[in-house]
């Protein structure tokens, strides 16, 4: 199965990770990097190569990539790193977006096939509601629990 790497800057990405564990109760083998302040660019760039090296080993179908803002270092580390590892991109990340990913990716996947999802308005997870939205006072179930 294609594996999920999800890199950020500050523990952006843990925090993802935690309501991913909160919501499905599970973390899917989801591995993240996070850009720490003592980090270089070049040792960050260095660590996501061994994250990919390691997800390489485990489907040689390649490695999604998910980062939190197209043109900072965990993003451009991972475009640098292109052309040594197969691996699909995609920046813009949120909770829904990688719980999608990683509930909906089965053995059959390839990257052309995950980076063909992300178009679909759910995996944004975006919702505008203003004051005349909805029937008011109805709410949908707070969880994917089943308690």
């Known amino acids: 199965m294609i594996q999920l790497v999800l890199i950020s800057h500050g523990k952006f990405c843990e925090g993802i990770m935690d309501a991913i564990r909160m919501v ?3 973390d899917f ?6 850009l ?17 090296s390691e997800t390489s080993s ?7 990539v998910l ?14 790193l292109k052309n040594q590892f197969r691996i699909g991109i995609i920046a813009g990340v949120n909770v829904p977006m990688v719980l999608a990913f990683a509930m909906d990716r089965d053995e059959t996947d390839t990257l052309d096939t995950l ?3 992300v178009e679909s308005p759910f ?3 975006v919702k505008a509601i203003g004051p005349g939205s909805g029937k008011g006072g109805k709410h949908g179930k707070l969880s994917a629990h089943k308690d």
């Open 123 to 125: 995996f944004m997870g």
């Open 58 to 64: 485990i489907d040689s179908r390649g490695s999604m």
């Open 29 to 34: 083998g989801i591995r993240t990097l996070s």
């Open 36 to 52: 720490t302040p003592d980090m270089s660019p070049e040792g960050y760039r260095k660590e996501l190569a061994t994250i990919l």
């Open 24 to 26: 499905a109760g599970e």
């Open 67 to 80: 980062a939190d803002i197209a043109g900072g270092t965990p993003f451009n580390s991972a475009i640098y």
């Open 115 to 117: 980076l063909g999802k």
